[in-house]
Structures are given as C-alpha cells and as structure tokens.
C-alpha cells in the first residue's frame, strides 16, 4: 500500500464547476500537507501549502486538512479552462527539518476544464 | 534568474550506454532532489542533497549516482541505461528553512531502447 493516495481520474468538468481533489494517507507523522499543479510538459509547482488539520483559502482555491481521517482535499470554485493539469498533492513530516525537505507525492490526478 | 534549469530538455540511449543529467539553480538554495515520473506512479524520489559536497539516497536509487561537487548544481549519472529507466526526470531545489516549496526544473524526458 501507497503512503499517499490519490485518484489519478482523468476528471473532466465544464466551466465554472466546482472541483474537489482528495489524498487519503497512512502515515501519522506528515504534518505540512501541500498541493502542487502541473501543467503538461512542464514542471510541477507549489500551489497551496497547508500545515496540520483546518482550512487555508487562497482565491478560487481551497485546501482541506482532516489529520483524524488522514484526508486532505483541495477545492476548486468556477473552474476555468487555464486550471486544466495535473494536480499532485504532497506532504512531509518534518518540513526542512530531519525529513530534509523529502516530499511523498501522490499518483496525481489529471484535470480537464472544458469550455 | 532563470531559477532550475535540465540538461538536456530530451534524450535517447541504448541500453548499456551511460549519461549524465545536469540540474543547474541559481537561487542559492541548500537543499536540491532527483526525482522520476512515470504514469500513474506520481514523482517518485531518486537522490537528494543538502549541501555541497553531501549526497543521500531516496526512494528509488538503484541505477542512479549523483554527485554535487558545487552548491549550484546536482548531477545524476545512469552506468549503464535499461529501458526500465525511461522515464520524466525532474529536479528539484529548495531552501533549508522551506515548509514544502521545492522549485522544479522543466524536466528531461529520457528513453532507453
């Protein structure tokens, strides 16, 4: 079993629908909770970093921290097209602490936002 | 600032034949990762480093050396290239102090015959 799960769908949506991306996890210790995007051939980049269980806000995005659960979700609101990529969440248990920065990644899941 | 940068963008080898993969940043950052990505396998961890001249293994470092003889860059050699190791490389760089930001390179897309 994966430390980190992640549905890799693909998940199509049209424009303006509201997205939900979940992780489920095994390992008790994570505690920094990141969710990063890819666009395709390129690489991936940070896009809501979270730390222990709650909610952070950032515009049309919303990331979601259970820690009882071991489930972390990122939301999407009015989904655009230029939101279709590939969105990988990650955590670490220690952040630049004795984990050195190592980042356990899920499988991924692709997004496309059709007009 | 042209921040992490591959060399090369593409490659393909034959099996048996060796290479090397340069990641370059030029942000100062202490801390700098190899990773692989393949389909439906996410990234997936091969070497990492925390310093000059300091190197560690990850997840999946069989077939891979690294080394970082300079602060800036972190290179990672294949021996001898099987087509298992087709895969996405990306590199990775971040601060010390970071909550989980690392700076990915573009990535080198290899393909061994």
């Known amino acids: 079993q994966k430390e980190v799960e992640q549905d890799p769908g693909p998940l199509s949506v049209p424009e303006g629908a509201i997205v939900s991306l979940n992780c489920t996890y095994s390992?008790?210790?994570?505690?920094?909770f990141m969710w990063y995007r890819q666009y395709s051939r390129k690489g991936p980049e940070l896009l809501m970093y979270?730390?222990?269980?709650g909610n952070k806000e950032d515009g049309r995005f919303t990331a979601q921290v259970d820690k009882s659960s071991k489930y972390i979700s990122l939301f999407i609101r009015d989904s655009q097209p230029s939101d279709s990529a590939t969105y990988l969440c990650?955590?670490?248990?220690?952040?630049?602490?004795?984990?050195?920065?190592?980042?356990?990644f899920g499988q991924g899941t692709i997004l496309t936002v059709h007009p | 600032n042209a921040g992490v940068t591959q060399t090369p963008k593409f490659r393909v080898l034959k099996t048996g034949q060796s290479m090397t993969l340069l990641c370059a940043q030029d942000?100062?950052?202490?801390?700098m990762y190899w990773y692989r990505q393949d389909p439906g396998m996410g990234l997936r961890l091969i070497h990492y480093?925390?310093?000059?001249?300091?190197?560690a293994k990850g997840e999946v470092p069989d077939g891979y050396n690294v080394s970082r003889l300079k602060k800036q860059n972190f290179l990672l050699g294949l021996e001898s290239a099987a087509p298992s190791q087709t895969s996405v490389y990306f590199c990775?760089?971040?601060?010390?102090?970071?909550?989980?930001?690392?700076?990915f390179g573009p990535g080198t897309r290899l393909t061994v015959l």
């Open positions: 390992n008790s210790a994570f505690q920094y």
């Open positions: 990650a955590m670490d248990t220690n952040a630049g602490g004795t984990s050195y920065g190592k980042l356990t």
């Open positions: 990775a760089s971040s601060y010390s102090s970071s909550k989980g930001e690392q700076f």
């Open positions: 942000m100062n950052h202490e801390y």
């Open positions: 979270t730390y222990s269980s």
């Open positions: 480093s925390v310093g000059e001249g300091t190197t």
